[in-house]
């Protein structure tokens, strides 16, 4: 599964800020990701508790924030979102667009101490 | 008990693999290794491609296979039939490779005495575009066979790659394929790609993509 490597790469990103900054716990971990992002929010959350398991993050709770793929019209600027509109501006039915959010995989916080 | 505090990380999960990828880049130059990252579907033609490259090149430079698998050895085993030195990895189930698993295959093959090194990598058109594995060079595999409609539905790997090979050529006849239609969907999509039709059956095309290979090791220190 491909969501099982992406929540180990957090795992081993967070883990590294913990000892960087000399965290004891970790309460939460809050990620960012965009709708056209290689990951499915779904499955990370199905997939974190077993990432996790006998891990010093086994009782970490997820948080995801999803980032919608909204796009920018290049000839009337309208921003949209581009998958629910089918890459169609909805005001002037142009097609140019300028893509502005969606591709995002971002580790935004944790909230530790 | 300390009170809990919230830490702004904003880090691109990316941006990690991409450091490791470049280690990896720097690594391999330092050996003069060059390394490409071949993609494709299951089934494209990618290791009968390899095996003809590599009886092709073996006297004029070492060649080096890291086979990406969800299971098996067979791969590597025919690559080696062939004259290359091959390692096996085992993915388990994974569907890509990231830079950290391809470091982990470098270390295993040894490169050091490697010209050129393939990573060939699980079969899956889309999620190993979307990681640096530290190759100099990308490049995808596509078979007739397969389409000429795939550029339409796999957007993404056709415009990240540096070169398509469109392989099994010599059963175009027996498909509903279009060479002109499968490269103007190509090149709409990514308009520096270079692409060479071959059947490593008839040996039709291949010189073309030797050719490329050899500039690309020459051109490596």
């Not at chain 2, 397969?146 to 550029?151: S, W």
Request: aromatic residues 6%; hydrophobic residues 40%.
């Amino acid at each position: 599964m491909h969501e099982l490597g992406i929540v180990f790469e957090v795992i081993k990103v967070v883990d590294g800020f913990v000892k960087e900054n000399k965290l004891t716990k970790v309460d939460k971990i809050v990620l960012e990701i965009g709708e056209l992002s290689q990951a499915i929010p779904r499955f990370i959350e199905e997939c974190y508790p077993a990432a996790v398991d006998e891990t010093d993050y086994k009782e970490t709770k997820l948080e995801i924030i999803s980032l919608p793929a909204n796009g920018e019209c290049n000839i009337c600027q309208e921003v949209y979102n581009i998958i629910s509109n089918r890459k169609v501006c909805p005001k002037c039915d142009g097609q140019d667009f300028k893509l502005i959010s969606g591709q995002e995989f971002n580790i935004k916080e944790i909230v530790a101490y | 008990m300390g009170e809990f505090k919230v830490f702004t990380i904003k880090k691109n999960i990316n941006e990690d693999n991409k450091k490791v990828a470049d280690e990896t880049r720097e690594y391999l130059k330092s050996h003069n290794t060059y390394l490409i990252n071949v993609m494709s579907s299951p089934g494209s033609g990618k290791t009968s491609t390899l095996v003809a490259t590599i009886e092709a090149l073996k006297n004029e430079m070492n060649i080096g296979v890291i086979e990406a698998d969800v299971d098996s050895d067979v791969d590597a085993e025919a690559v080696e039939n062939a004259g290359a030195r091959a390692v096996q990895m085992h993915t388990g189930g994974l569907c890509h490779l990231d830079a950290t698993m391809t470091r982990a295959g470098i270390d295993q093959l040894e490169v050091e005495d490697l010209d050129l090194v393939f990573l060939e990598n699980i079969g899956n058109l889309i999620c190993p575009v979307g990681y640096d594995t530290g190759a100099m060079k990308n490049i995808a595999v596509l078979s007739v066979p397969e389409g000429d409609d795939k550029p339409l539905k796999y957007p993404k790997i056709f415009g990240k790659v540096d070169v398509l090979i469109v392989s099994k050529i010599d059963v175009m006849e027996h498909f509903d394929f279009e060479m002109e239609r499968l490269k103007e969907r190509v090149l709409k999509l990514n308009k520096d790609i270079k692409i060479i039709p071959i059947s490593s059956k008839t040996g039709e095309g291949v010189e073309a993509w030797l050719n490329w290979i050899k500039e690309q090791v020459k051109g490596r220190s």
